[in-house]
C-alpha cells in the first residue's frame, strides 16, 4: 500500500511536509487568541499596561499551568462590557477567562 501520502519519516516520526502544514495551520490560530491586542506569551508589565485597573497576585492553588493571575473586572471588547482573568506562567500569559453578563447576550447575537 504505497501512496503520495507514505514518505519516509525522520528521526522525530513526522514528515518535514507534515510538520510545515501543521505550523502553517497552526499559526493563524494562535495569532487570534488576544484580548484588547494583549496577545498570548504577554508579560505581566504588558498586561498592567494594557489593562491599568488588574489586580495581579499568586494563584491560590499552584498548578503546572500557571503561577499567578490578573483579574479585571471591568474591561470593554468590541463596545460590550465584560471582565478578564489572565493566567500567566513564569511572567508569560499562557490563558485568559473572558466573561460576559446575560444582559449583553443580545448585543453579541446582533450582527455588526
Not at 22 to 38: E, F, G, K, Q, R
Not at 44 to 59: D, M, T, Y
Not at 72 to 99: C, H, M, P, W
Request: hydrophobic share 40%.
Amino acid at each position: 500500500m504505497d501512496g503520495w501520502w507514505r514518505c519516509r519519516e525522520n528521526k522525530w516520526g513526522l514528515t518535514p511536509f507534515i510538520s510545515f502544514l501543521l505550523l502553517i495551520v497552526a499559526l493563524p490560530a494562535w495569532a487570534a487568541y488576544d484580548v484588547n491586542d494583549l496577545k498570548l506569551g504577554a508579560s505581566e508589565k504588558e498586561v498592567l499596561k494594557h489593562f491599568p485597573g488588574a489586580h495581579c497576585r499568586p494563584l491560590e492553588w499552584p498548578t503546572n499551568a500557571a503561577d499567578r493571575r490578573c483579574d479585571n473586572s471591568r474591561i470593554k471588547v468590541a463596545n460590550l462590557e465584560g471582565s478578564v482573568t489572565f493566567y500567566l506562567r513564569q511572567d508569560s500569559v499562557e490563558g485568559f477567562d473572558l466573561r460576559f453578563e446575560k444582559d449583553v447576550l443580545p448585543a453579541m447575537s446582533t450582527p455588526a
